[in-house]
């Protein structure tokens, strides 16, 4: 991988006017159609940069358009009767008959990238087409590249091919800028960063919300809209699972009833919500729209949503639930709201757009140059270790010692080397959890992609029910961990702890430890309970000791005896040790009595304690009595 560090793209900057489609903008400006080795940024979304290709009298040329998912595919079809849909169900055959068809002069391919790997370029050899050079290329919702690798590796597989292309070019209204791993590729095809920003103020108004009880305040968002007669809730929320959760919940509430929302994902998961009784779920955009409209992540991108009423639009990131769940500011929650395509007379396409997020604790981010060290330490071993395995009789032995080196999520078996788009992923992935470390943090970050005008609203509940959500369904020591992160970041608020110990009462012993051993001692001990609540008894019973000699109690001991001391006044053990009891409640010094079995406490309480304090003579005629001599008032000079 060459060194880029003193490299960039170069920067083309165009207009676009308020009204003005890209195909009017680019041709104002010397671009009768989309230029070529050029990442596109159209800044606003629906410019109509993929209308403007697949339109033959805008773009006559044929086009291949590669989409990230088959929703956007099958939604672009639709508005193309001589363009040709390739995914699952497109046969080789009919691809064939398309292709062939004289009646068609410039052919337009809408595909996923599965499909233009395994069917475009299938029937592009068959016909012996040179598909390079007679077909331009564009690579739609760019993003979605470095985005979705980590779980969908075959998304980048068309790249191999894309720049083989004579005319190529990937587009989106959010384009992720090449990190170093994948600049060396554009740069060697010489691309350029073509950026067309409006000449106008378009900034898109929004709410901000950051809470600790995710699930609450979403339903509690969607009652006050649907209240306020809303007519449609569109819901962008990446998990299937969660979108479960809001929709029984809204309908165990009665805030909607069985018929009122829709749930819009992929066929798989459409199936299992089915089958959890969720019969309104779909893997196709089907209008008009109900109620309440939740969508998984195949519709943030490339979906036009055209709608005869002004929606509400809530856009949810909630890591606590689903570690993939962040929402990125600068490309999915654009993406999210560029659904809706229709203005309004009132110059609005929706009538407002809210973000819930969750703020999660204990999150930590790597910097770019952490993720650089990491990945280029590892490749540097796996590389070694390969030369060794290649000359080795058996290979197999070195296979363990690969699987340690955790390359799999950046390797690219075909072609035995490595992606460069996973490696540009997992940058990502730590730049945008730095979005989320804080709720101010989260706020820099909406202003920051200059596309929004923010009213933020943080909910300051400093253990909500998120907290507890993640307590309750974790595991053992991963409980203790979470406990210790939250106790980390609301040790000041008084009513935050109290809340924790009562949602939390197994755990008291942890919640003393932390106040009274710190964090980095209960980490030193990796969390056994045994070891620290051992600590945790002996720094207990220091502390008591300090407590019981120090010159206030002392001095309170002295005072509630005074009466009986130097008396001939024999009273009552187990009067003296109720009242000395009641001091030590006084101090909180926790106490067992009489071997009461009690655990965790401070110190014993018998007889012996009486001695600490004063000169006596016991007697056991009518029970257990004592005399108190005198008062040990030495013990208040040793201080």
């Known amino acids: 991988m060459n060194d880029t560090k003193h490299k960039t793209l170069d920067v083309e900057l165009l207009n676009i006017h308020k009204g003005e489609y890209l195909s009017e903008a680019l041709k104002r400006q010397g671009y009768p159609m989309l230029p070529s080795n050029a990442i596109i940024n159209k800044v606003m979304t629906g410019t109509g940069a993929t209308y403007m290709e697949l339109n033959a009298k805008l773009s006559p040329r044929n086009s291949i358009v590669i989409e990230p998912y088959r929703s956007a595919v099958e939604n672009k079809v639709q508005a193309f009767d001589e363009a040709q849909g390739v995914f699952k169900e497109v046969t080789v055959k009919k691809l064939t008959a398309y292709l062939n068809n004289s009646n068609i002069k410039y052919k337009k391919i809408i595909t996923t990238p599965e499909g233009f790997e395994n069917k475009v370029l299938k029937v592009a050899k068959q016909l012996r087409m040179n598909i390079y050079k007679e077909y331009f290329c564009l690579f739609d919702e760019s993003e979605h590249l470095t985005e979705d690798t980590d779980y969908r590796r075959s998304i980048s597989a068309p790249m191999k ?37 409006p000449d106008y103020d378009y900034r898109e108004g929004m709410t901000l919300v950051t809470t600790r009880s995710f699930y609450k305040r ?13 007519p449609h809730v569109c819901i962008f929320y990446k998990t299937t699972e969660g979108i479960c959760n809001i929709v029984e919940s809204l309908l165990h509430d009665g805030i909607i009833k069985k018929d009122d929302y829709k749930v819009f994902c992929s066929k798989e998961s459409a199936d299992k919500l089915k089958s959890r009784f969720l019969e309104h779920s ?19 991108p490339s979906i036009d949503i055209n709608l005869k009423e002004l929606c509400d639009v809530l856009v949810l990131s909630n890591y606590d639930h689903v570690k993939h ?56 071993c796996y590389r070694a270790v390969q030369k060794e395995r290649l000359k ?16 799999n999520e950046v390797l690219n078996p075909e072609r035995n080397g490595f992606d460069r788009f996973a490696i540009e992923q997992l940058l990502l992935d730590e730049q945008v959890k730095g979005y989320y470390l804080s709720p101010d943090a989260l706020r820099q970050a909406y ?52 809340l924790l110990r009562a949602k939390c009462v197994e755990e008291e012993w942890l ?68 009242r000395v009891s009641y001091l030590l409640d006084c101090y909180g010094i926790t106490y067992s009595r009489y071997r009461d079995g009690k655990k965790g ?34 013990l208040l000079d040793q201080e």
């Open 447 to 498: 202003e920051a992609t200059g596309y929004f005008n923010v009213d933020f609203q943080p909910e300051d509940e400093a253990v909500g029910e998120d907290d507890i959500y993640r307590i309750k369904a974790a595991k053992t020591k991963e409980k203790w961990q979470f406990i210790v992160s939250v106790l980390s970041n609301i040790k000041e608020d008084e009513n935050a702890v109290q």
């Open 392 to 407: 080795a009789d058996d290979p197999t032995n070195f296979d363990k010692d690969l699987k340690r080196l955790r390359l």
């Open 161 to 197: 091919e894309f720049f083989k292309f004579e005319g190529k070019a990937l587009v989106s209204a959010t384009p992720l800028k090449p990190s170093k791993y994948t600049l060396t590729l554009f740069l060697r095809h010489q691309f350029k960063w073509v950026e067309i920003k």
């Open 601 to 634: 406490t401070m110190c014993k309480l018998s007889k012996t304690t009486i001695e600490d304090y004063f000169d006596m003579t016991p007697s056991n005629r009518n029970g257990a009595r004592v005399k108190l001599d005198r008062f040990k008032n030495e």
């Open 325 to 380: 769940t962040l929402i990125n500011p600068f490309t999915e929650a654009i993406q999210c709201q560029g659904r809706f395509r229709r203005v309004f007379p009132n110059g609005k396409r929706y009538n407002s757009l809210t973000v819930i997020a969750s703020i999660p604790n204990g999150l930590k981010a790597k910097s770019d140059e952490e993720i650089y060290a990491d990945i280029t330490a590892r490749i540097k």
């Open 218 to 230: 979403v339903k509690q968002e969607v009652k006050n809209l649907l209240d306020n007669n809303s």
């Open 282 to 300: 779909t893997d196709k955009l089907e209008l008009p729209l109900r109620k309440v409209n939740l969508f998984t992540l195949r519709f943030f």
């Open 511 to 578: 919640i003393n430890a932390f106040f009274k051993l710190g964090r980095e001692t209960i980490e030193q001990q990796k969390y056994s309970k045994t070891t620290i609540k051992k600590l945790l008894e002996q720094t207990e019973q220091k502390e008591a000791m300090q407590r019981r000699f120090s010159r206030e109690f002392l001095l309170d001991i002295r005072r509630e005896f005074e009466t009986e001391t130097g008396n001939d006044l024999y009273i009552p053990v187990n009067d003296v040790l109720d």
